[in-house]
């Protein structure tokens, strides 16, 4: 009697007997859940890029009273070769001075620039601001956008 394999077969196979080894080794690993630090803001490293002034810094920005929420905005990397920290927005019609909160609790004080385009057509963010809020570069994060008064 002969058995005849097809390549289909054993792929098939081989997935097979991957994917028992895999559940067998992670079954035994503990679940592991990160989450922020309670009490709002947390501090950020201001060494952030050795070229910029101790005034260019990102610094966390306390929470203005009289600052007012303009909105949400999801937000993608602007520029890297535009120095400074800096948001481009469609929720401003002028350049500014505002802050951003990120998901992760973080806040920095920023440079609010229009960008012309419409209402909820996202943001951009300098580089430096990236840095600050700890964002992976690559992250369309949603950001709180605060205007000072």
Excluded: H, Y
Excluded at 45 to 71: C, K, N, W, Y
Excluded at 107 to 129: D, F, K, M, N
């Amino acid at each position: 009697m002969k058995i005849i394999v097809t390549p289909m077969f054993a792929t098939l196979l081989c997935l097979s007997l991957a994917a028992c080894s895999v559940a067998d080794r992670n079954a035994d690993a503990p679940l592991t859940i990160e989450t922020p630090p309670a009490g709002g803001p947390t501090a950020v490293d201001t060494a952030i890029d050795p070229a910029l002034s101790t005034a260019e810094a990102p610094t966390i920005a306390e929470p203005q009273a009289e600052g007012r929420f303009l909105g949400f905005s999801v937000t993608s990397l602007g520029d890297a070769s535009l120095p400074g920290v800096w948001l481009e927005t469609p929720l401003v019609n002028a350049p500014t001075t505002g802050s951003v909160v990120a998901e992760n609790g973080r806040q920095i004080a920023v440079e609010l620039r229009p960008t012309g385009g419409a209402r909820g057509s996202g943001s951009r963010l300098s580089l430096a601001g990236f840095t600050a809020l700890g964002l992976p570069l690559t992250a369309l994060t949603t950001l709180t956008v605060i205007g000072d008064a």
